[in-house]
């Protein structure tokens, strides 16, 4: 079986401070474009794939509500969790019953969970040579310990606001690299808040 997912590398994927980068006049229909798919976004569930740097991968099931509220179930048999309970993002660990908490607003996946960002404050769109992605990264050149992250977008009609997020790829301050790739994106259907709910593995060795 593949490896889970370890806190460093969460901290790597998901709780390095978001850029403060004002982006380029040329990007502002792109920019715009993404800010509306954010917007549009109440909630979303989709598979994901995840690969690590040495090509190991894991899979699982990613829900999104808004505010504030993600959780990335991993397969069966992987004792890790990650849930974001509309105030902080939680790293669970069963194995060793251990709990990490990291602050939403100190995360890129605030661009995905809380609809007050305007991504023109903290993010710029990559070039692409492929005119039906955008890329969207968050890096802060004055702190490259914490890495950086890119959001990969591809235009689809019917999606919301003409956008479908694909996944994102990670990059720590020791160029290791991991990916996250979606797939059965659905987006603002019902979920309940029952679903961002877990077992404190410091009182229960059972996952939630």
Not at 1 to 17: E, V, Y
Not at 30 to 46: F, N, Y
Not at 64 to 83: A, D, N, S, T
């Amino acid at each position: 079986m593949t490896s889970p997912l370890t806190g460093r590398a969460f901290a790597a994927i998901f709780a390095a401070p978001i850029a403060i980068v004002a982006p380029a006049v040329a990007q502002t229909g792109d920019i715009a474009a993404v800010q509306s798919h954010l917007r549009s976004v109440e909630s979303m569930t989709a598979n994901f794939t995840q690969t690590d740097r040495s090509g190991k991968t894991l899979t699982g099931k990613l829900t999104l509500k808004k505010p504030g509220k993600i959780r990335f179930q991993y397969e069966k048999g992987v004792p890790i969790l990650i849930v974001g309970d509309g105030k902080a993002l939680n790293f669970i660990d069963y194995s060793v019953k251990q709990l990490s908490r990291w602050p939403i607003g100190n995360s890129p996946l605030g661009v995905l969970i809380d609809p007050r960002r305007d991504i023109r404050q903290y993010a710029k769109v990559i070039p692409s040579a492929n005119p039906d992605v955008l890329s969207v990264e968050a890096y802060d050149p004055k702190k490259p310990e914490f890495g950086r992250i890119t959001m990969i977008f591809a235009r689809n009609a019917g999606a919301p606001a003409g956008l479908m997020l694909q996944g994102w790829v990670a990059l720590d301050a020791q160029n290791n690299r991991t990916t996250i790739r979606l797939s059965n994106q659905r987006f603002n259907a019902p979920i309940s808040d029952g679903a961002f709910r877990f077992n404190d593995p410091r009182r229960s060795g059972r996952p939630g």
